[in-house]
């Protein structure tokens, strides 16, 4: 933008971006950015905040939140100021005892949200989340707007997993088709250590797993961008309809293009990830089973009804922010807390992390 601008106008390189006004977009309460293997400091000293752009910016506040004023029951609206005031001291650590460690409170939930009595946490939280679904899995609008969300890939699999064992269709199984990327800085020797076999172990966020189990009728996300101008974006949430050897025919659950049928097809992804000390190619649908998904995947998705199973503590700034906002009605959250639980009580506590020195500077 400098380079542009300086035709126009001679001072444009002392100029931020040349002196045009840029607008970001975010929310510091929110997930922060991701450094692999970064500390407290390396994660905050990653946010705008802390750049030297910052001086040069003006803040500008969205006061309302907009998915409660969705609410259109009048039992939703009645508790909304409750539900608002909550959430305000949550995402700004106000609530809370001051843990061991030197990053987190622990807060307690609130009697309405919290499900207390439960023998097996998966099938409580999944009970309460998708009770119309589970009485009448042939009817997919039980399927809009509805999520369990946790903490970690683990916990989310489990769900999908006892999710997909009471549906009564068919099974299909897709294998991926694994290898090492080929790079100047990769010779044989390490493709021949790496095999496909112990390639096709390796799961991380955002790109599928090497066996993709599917079954008519589920819910499943889009892991990678496809047709922005259709509506198949990171994040998209679909409804298998038909399957195919290498083509997945599913429809848009939410959104501008709802009800729309398209066809899926196999990609090859290219994963680079900080633990794995190689590059590897996966060719797979780029799709995951989502009944349950990560609080940090759940991140701009707006649910009527949503389930939080902690089966785990949150581990960083802003997950439980980010999942007890993503529901338009304090009626449709739960919780379960299962990381501390023991027969003869129950918890009724959590972790919530809550950096906050990230918000120097915004006010």
């Known amino acids: 933008m400098r380079d542009i601008m300086h035709f126009s106008n001679r001072n444009s390189e002392s100029m931020p971006f040349g002196g045009k006004t840029i607008v970001f977009g975010g929310d510091f309460r929110q997930i922060l950015p991701v450094i692999p293997k970064g500390r407290r400091q390396d994660i905050v000293n990653a946010t705008i905040n802390a750049s030297y752009i910052w001086d040069h910016c003006q803040v500008l506040k969205l006061t309302k939140n907009m998915r409660l004023q969705a609410a259109h029951t009048s039992v939703d609206r009645a508790g909304l100021g ?8 949550v995402e700004d650590g106000a609530i809370g005892n001051k843990t ?35 009485n009448d899995p ?44 080929k790079s100047k800085f990769q010779n044989d020797f390490i493709a021949s250590i790496h095999t496909p076999e112990f ?6 966020s955002g790109v599928p797993n090497h ?21 198949l974006s990171n994040g998209t949430r679909m409804v298998v309809t038909k399957l195919g050897k290498r083509v997945i025919k599913a429809k848009i659950l939410p959104g501008t293009s709802m009800g729309q049928k398209f066809f899926i097809p196999r990609m090859t992804l290219t994963l680079s990830d900080h633990r794995i000390p190689f590059k590897f190619q ?8 989502s009944y349950g998904m990560t609080i940090n995947k759940s991140q701009g998705q ?34 379960v807390v299962a990381h501390d639980h023991k027969e003869d009580e129950c918890v009724d506590d959590t972790h919530n992390v809550v950096y906050k020195e990230v918000f120097r500077n915004v006010s």
């Open 82 to 89: 409750d539900f608002a005031e909550w959430i305000l001291k």
């Open 100 to 134: 061991d460690g030197l990053y987190a409170c622990t807060i307690k939930i609130p009697d309405d949200i919290l499900i207390r009595e439960w023998h097996d946490p998966i099938k409580a939280i999944v009970d309460h989340t998708y009770a119309e679904y589970i």
């Open 138 to 181: 042939s009817n997919d609008n039980h399927l809009e707007k509805v999520a369990v969300l946790a903490p970690t890939l683990q916990i989310v699999d489990d769900i999908n997993d006892y999710m997909m064992s009471l549906s009564s269709n068919d099974i299909e199984t897709f294998l991926s088709s694994d290898t090492v990327s």
């Open 199 to 204: 390639i096709n172990t390796i799961k991380c």
């Open 211 to 231: 066996v993709l189990k599917l079954k008519v009728g589920i819910p499943i996300m889009l892991l990678r961008n496809i047709d922005h101008s259709a509506g």
């Open 282 to 289: 996966r060719r797979q649908f780029p799709i995951m089973v």
């Open 302 to 335: 707006s649910l009527s009804r949503v389930g939080l199973l902690l089966k785990n503590h949150v581990f960083c700034h802003g997950q439980l922010y980010v999942a007890i906002t993503r529901v338009t009605s304090r009626s449709g959250l739960k919780i």
